[in-house]
């Protein structure tokens, strides 16, 4: 079987992001950059599914400027195949993403498309399902657990009440949750590896499709500073507090 | 606590637009580095480093390796460590690729090695003596020994150990009194080494030891120490381990810091010998030691680089966080943090800027080590091999010594906190103060610079040296920007004060060595001095031509500016006292006699 696994390229999440003085978004420039937790951890579960036999080729695709290669490359590094840049500037949103990689997908026929849930900078958390409904395949979101048999997967996904398992049909779009598996170490013999690995690059604006932002950032602040503590005499003041300053009880 | 980041961008800076890396993948046989594969490099190896290694340091110095029975076990997590690093390969960064390595350049292992040295110095030493023993191979090594011993000890899976030192014999190497008897095919081998970094542990299937000894015919001196190969484990024709060699480790010694490396007393030969097996010819042993000993010392000069950045790093986070006192001047309103007093933040820029010296100068050097191995023209091979040859005791004693400053200072920021060992700025410190000792003390490294590396060569490498560093003060004064052309003459005066210095050791060498000696400590740390700020000013051009340029990463190259100004200010300026020291400062040393101590 073959594995479509879209990776992103976001601000790395060991650095404290802060917002740009104007207001208009967070600032990159010069940050450090790095592979989305939940894409890592979408490559990861198809470079295990491959080491465990049963997967012929994964298919990693970034979306973005040219320094996506960077993280196309880290997928590579950890055991990914081949990688596709669709090179754009253009601001990309959830829809935008899925409409191409919809493209993407019916081009390279992937019987699985495994999608981090959400990626850490926008929280998003719509690309996969919007991918599913645009392609009209069944959708696993917030999976914890993977098991494909024959011609579909066993998985199990997170919930708020506990863990619901589903069987799915494939092709199928899957989302990955935090706990599906714990990403490797790259090693340095793949890492020099990966930079022999095919990596395609395609312009967006070359797809035909429209792929301009549709929603409108007004404002971006920094969330409230923490103000500092007090010491409470009782417990009768902590829930006067609680019912008339806070509101929450 | 501070947690550890790898100074990215610094590394990057220095590597691609100080050292040159371009001038590097240009060379045959490193075409395939390219600057985004070293940038992948880099970043995977210091997340192996802040996430892997980093979190072992403290517990690896409060527990630290223990010793039973003749068996070490290594500190808490470290065998799980080492074996996540074999399996990662990053034990092969530099090694040969037709053993398995990656045979990356030594500008590229450079960052790497640093990364690992600042989360865990104690770990690094490991694999850094793994990689002396094949240095040692790949020289004389004969082809089945290569092919026997290279590959796994590339891998890691084998560890290896220097075994030179032992007790009347420790920088004079003459004294080797542990035997080697011809047997068959191998020697036997009887003595006790001490001093044996990670001589013993659980990390590896196999230890190979590299071990000084005398033949029973061979002349007295230096010119009668031959090398042998002892492995723990005897290994069948087939390659897999056979039976446990007569060597064992006796004790480990109680040191002031690198807790977690265990450094061994080995017995060689309680019962009926050591096997051994000759490296190259005999009597030469102690001439191949030197050889691979210049890339130790280089690997040695790192980890002073390394353990001040750690420091540094340490200092700064809890400068930014504890709050105490008000701003000079304000008696009332809100408490600071200590970074906002101006002794702090001189004493953090001290911290700072003689890192950044010293990261630019040893890469340099290691830039230098690969010109000349890998340059297609012999006349330049040449030329990059007498400066690293040069530059090598200086990186080592120079960066070792303020190392230990840098970390002191450190300590210093925390107050008596620094003192209290919870803070972890005291373990910088302790695993500092062996940098400017093992791999030959600061004095040897002096040694070899006054002797070897100027006197005997009547200052060609070093007034070549110092002609590239006029050029460079004739650059600076041509500079639009006021600042850089202030480091210009300060980097004038400091480079007439070692001009004058040098001038003083080639011409009194040959006919006082003597006096020579006595003052070739502060000769080094002169040059370091001056080295440092060379490199600043350096970067000081490149950085303002990238602001005049348009640069995205302004901020990075105005505190590069910033930083190489409080270098001159402060730091370049003990060069006019250090030159006076060389010049001057012989007498009162030599005439003063045994009694009157």
Redo the contacts between chains.
Sequence with gaps: MKILVPVKRVVDP?IKARVKADGTGVET??L?M?INPFCEIAVEQAVRMKEEGGVDEIVVVSIGVTQC??TI??AL?MGADRGILVETTLEMQPLAVAKILKLIAEKEKPDLVIVGKQAIDDDCNQTGQMLSALLGWPQATFVSKIAVAGDHADITREVDGGLEKLTVKLPAVMTTDLRLNEPR????????K??KKPLENVKADTLGIDIAPRLTTLNVKEPPQRGAGVKLADVAELVNKLKNEAKVI | MSTY?AP?RDMQFVMKELVGLADITAMPDCA?V?S??V???L??AG??AA??LEPLNRGGDTHGAQCADGKVSSAPGFKAAYE?FV????N??SGESDFGG?GLPHVVAMPVQEMWNSANMAFCLCPMLTSGVLEALKLCGSPSQKQLFMPRLTAGTWSGTMNLTEPQAGSDLAAVRTRAILEGDHYRIHGTKIFITWGEHDMAENIIHLVLARKPDAPDGVKGISLFIVPKFLINTDGSLGERNDVKCVSIEHKLGIHASPTCVMSYGDAAGAIGYQVGEENRGLEYMFIMMNHARLAVGLEGVAIAERAYQHAREYARTRVQGRAIGQKAGERVTIIHHPDVRRMLLSMKAQTEAMRALAYTASAALDKSKHHPDDKERRRNQALVDFLIPIVKGWCTEQCVEIASTGVQIHGGMGFVEETGAAQYLRDARITTIYEGTTGIQAADLVGRKVGYEKGATAFAVLGDMRKLVAELALSANAEVRGLGSHMEQAVESLARATQWVVDTFPKDPNAVAAVSVPFLKLWGTVAGGWQMARAALIADAGLTAGA??A??YRAKIATAKFYSDHILQNSSAQSFEVCNGASSVIGFHDAQF
């Excluded at chain 1, 170490?185 to 020099?192: E, G, K, Q």
């Design positions: 060991n420039a010069n450090k790095a290669t960077e490359r880290t590094a170490y790259v090693t340095l013999p793949n890492i020099m990966s930079k | 980041a990215l395939e390219t985004d594969l940038d992948a490099v970043d995977e997340r192996f996430e892997v996540q399996t990662g390969g990053w092969g960064l990656q995205d990463d901020d990075f």
